[in-house]
């Protein structure tokens, strides 16, 4: 066990740290650590904007999305997902109005070619009626047998989520790192002091 001298010793070089420097600097270092997160986040906004932008002017929304994916997986306090309550997932709406004209587009082209393969189909089975009359239930037949809809869209199409790491080694991660290494260093000067303080009288 440590002698009262002994005590009195450590208790005089532990008061030379004095506790307000280091409740001083972690109240700075809480600080520059919260602006470096808010920092982060609004980098992502920023890049959120762009994929946004992007999509509304039919631009390079693959590029924005990628932008995007990168920095929000490479820094912490920029989560893009549905439970985060924050921010909902990606929706590219003009992405989603483009896809469905064109599966729309698409699936009426193929309505028009069967009702075409339909005409050509029924003509050679009734090929003896001028009058046209029993042909148009065979075409009815046939377009109702080779219904086609419009496709359905993906949802993976024009919705997207991306994760934020717990801890990045960005200078936000690192401003973390050094809050709690201020804060560890601050409650064991603070502890350490009272004890010693109590005990070396």
């Not at 309550?85 to 896809?99: A, C, D, E, M, N």
């Amino acid at each position: 066990m440590f002698e009262q001298k002994d005590l009195y010793h450590l208790w005089m070089r532990v008061r030379i740290v004095k506790a307000w420097y280091l409740v001083a600097a972690l109240a700075l270092s809480l600080v520059i650590c919260i602006t470096m997160l808010r920092q982060n986040n609004l980098q992502m906004v920023r890049f959120r904007s762009e994929v946004y932008t992007a999509d509304q002017q039919n631009g390079d929304v693959n590029g924005a999305l990628k932008k995007l994916q990168n920095y929000v997986t490479g820094h912490m306090n920029t989560s893009l997902t549905a439970s985060n309550g924050v921010y909902p997932p990606i929706q590219l709406k003009y992405t989603y109005s483009r896809l469905l004209a064109a599966a729309q587009a698409t699936a009426d082209a193929q309505k028009a070619h069967i009702y075409t393969d339909a005409q050509s189909y029924c003509q050679t089975q009734n090929s003896t009626d001028f009058s046209g009359k029993n042909r148009v239930p065979c075409i009815e037949d046939y377009v109702t047998n080779h219904k086609v809809s419009a496709a359905s869209v993906p949802s993976a199409m024009y919705e997207f989520s991306f994760i934020s790491p717990t801890w990045s080694p960005d200078f936000a991660g690192w401003m973390v790192i050094i809050t709690m290494l201020i804060a560890f260093l601050t409650l064991v000067r603070i502890v350490l002091g009272l004890w010693l303080r109590r005990t070396a009288r």
